[in-house]
């Protein structure tokens, strides 16, 4: 089984929806969460980070149920510059900091 | 510049060739990770430095992967002896402290003949 899971998708959604992605990880001792995105042929950048009573940056919520070791990100009011792949990351519990990715969902918004 | 820069961007090789790939880190990031990524796949570790401590290389898949960090500051990945399934792209990436966001460069393209 893969630390990080996500359905690599993907998600074809029009303009204006909202959409949902989720992920589950397997170290319950994990420390930090994430998610970052990564265009095309681009490098990963961070969106938000986690916690577990929820945040919101804008049209991006991000929830962590720690119980249930499951990690969500909605997307409101999808825009066509939404377009790319968003991973799931998660820190493991070691001192190093190093950051276990998932594969990552594909969403397309299209017009 | 003030992100993390790599250099190469794009590196093809033939098979059984030594390659050398840099990261220059942003000034003053102490910590230091390399990923890479395979094609259509997630990032997976390599290897970690932090300041003066012993590195993480937990994740190098072979011992043809090797990594230096000279003055703690430039990074160089070494991949001796190449093999088609290395690959992939390699990124780096630095962080400030250990709580702080992970700054990924923008990756070395790397192509296996």
């Known amino acids: 089984r893969k630390e990080v899971e996500q359905d690599p998708g993907p998600f074809n959604v029009p303009e204006g929806a909202t959409v949902a992605f989720n992920c589950t990880y397997s170290n319950s001792a994990s420390q930090s969460f994430f998610w970052y995105r990564q265009d095309c042929r681009k490098e990963p950048k961070l969106l938000m980070s986690v916690y577990s009573s929820g945040n919101e940056d804008g049209r991006f919520t991000a929830q962590l149920n720690r119980a249930s070791q499951y990690i969500s990100l909605l997307i409101r009011d999808s825009k066509l510059s939404d377009s790319a792949t968003y991973l799931c990351v998660v820190k493991g519990s070691s001192n190093t900091g190093k950051l276990i990715f998932g594969q990552g969902t594909t969403l397309q918004v299209k017009p | 510049g003030a992100g993390v820069s790599q250099s190469p961007s794009n590196k093809v090789t033939e098979k059984g060739k030594d390659v050398e790939l840099r990261c220059d880190p942003i000034s003053g990031h102490t910590a230091l990770y390399w990923y890479r990524q395979s094609l259509g796949q997630g990032l997976e570790f390599l290897i970690y430095?932090?300041?003066?401590?012993?590195?993480?290389k937990s994740g190098l898949p072979s011992d043809r992967f090797s990594a230096e960090r000279t003055g703690g500051s430039v990074s160089t990945l070494t991949i001796q002896r190449t093999q088609q399934e290395d690959s992939a792209v390699y990124l780096c990436?630095?962080?400030?402290?250990?709580?702080?966001?992970?700054?990924f460069g923008p990756g070395t393209r790397l192509t296996v003949l």
């Open positions: 430095f932090q300041g003066n401590s012993a590195p993480d």
């Open positions: 990436a630095t962080q400030g402290q250990p709580t702080d966001t992970q700054y």
